[in-house]
């Protein structure tokens, strides 16, 4: 039972490039949040879907990153024009329901030069 | 605000002695807490979780205790291993998102 797979696991951007990251969420969960996780600190979180819905995205920035969970196939979290500021780790979670456990992926690492 | 860049803290510890590790949250309407297990390069690992309805809930190895009046958890491990070295974060759980704590690095010597 494979759990919640995140890709690439590292990606490396130039400032002004799009950067797409990747997440497939473990079998039967259909509720997906993305966490951004900065050097030595606390995951934070940015924006929870279901399937083809966004359910909340308060933690988003209003500018550059878009999320989407489409009906088949990952979900996507999109930055376009990145900058250094957000270079950081990235975490996909998943569960059964909006109340249920969230189990992590191993994360996307995005540096940005 | 918000610091950004600063150190974790760190709690060092010997094989075999038990660790604890604190944590104070900030909305008094929360009800329900989760304690993560984060190693070097990995994804957030579920250890723990206790409701707002109870002080105190044990798992293997593993104890949490909540103190609602100060906002207050704490993560107690006993005979702390090697393998237990990692950051540790408390998260409450919102209507359907975690708010995570900053963490604590444990460091386990042999």
């Known amino acids: 039972n494979a759990g919640v797979m995140q890709n690439p696991r590292h990606l490396v951007r130039r400032r002004g490039q799009e950067a797409r990251l990747r997440c497939s969420p473990m079998k039967g969960h259909s509720h997906v949040y993305w966490y951004r996780q900065l050097p030595e600190e606390g995951l934070k979180f940015m924006v929870y879907?279901?399937?083809?819905?966004?359910?909340?995205e308060s933690g988003m920035p209003k500018e550059r990153f878009s999320a989407e969970f489409p009906k088949e196939g990952p979900s996507i979290l999109r930055i376009q024009q990145v900058v250094r500021g957000d270079s950081a780790a990235y975490f996909c979670?998943?569960?059964?329901?909006?109340?249920?456990?969230?189990?992590f992926g191993p994360g996307t690492r995005l540096t940005v030069t | 605000g918000e610091s950004v860049g600063l150190h974790l803290p760190t709690l060092s510890v010997q094989e075999g002695d038990n660790s604890i590790i604190n944590c104070a949250y900030s909305?008094?309407?929360?009800?329900?807490f989760i304690w993560y297990k984060q190693e070097s390069g990995k994804g957030p690992q579920f250890i723990i979780d206790i409701r707002s309805n109870m002080d105190k809930r044990q798992g293997q190895r593993v104890t949490v205790l909540l103190n609602k009046t100060v906002k207050h958890l704490s993560l107690q491990i006993a005979a702390t291993q090697p393998g237990d070295s990692a950051v540790y974060f408390c998260a409450e759980m919102g209507y359907s998102t975690l708010t995570f704590g900053k963490g604590t690095m444990l460091l386990v010597s042999p």
């Open positions: 879907l279901q399937k083809e819905n966004i359910i909340d």
């Open positions: 979670a998943s569960s059964t329901d909006h109340v249920g456990e969230q189990y």
């Open positions: 909305n008094s309407a929360s009800d329900y």
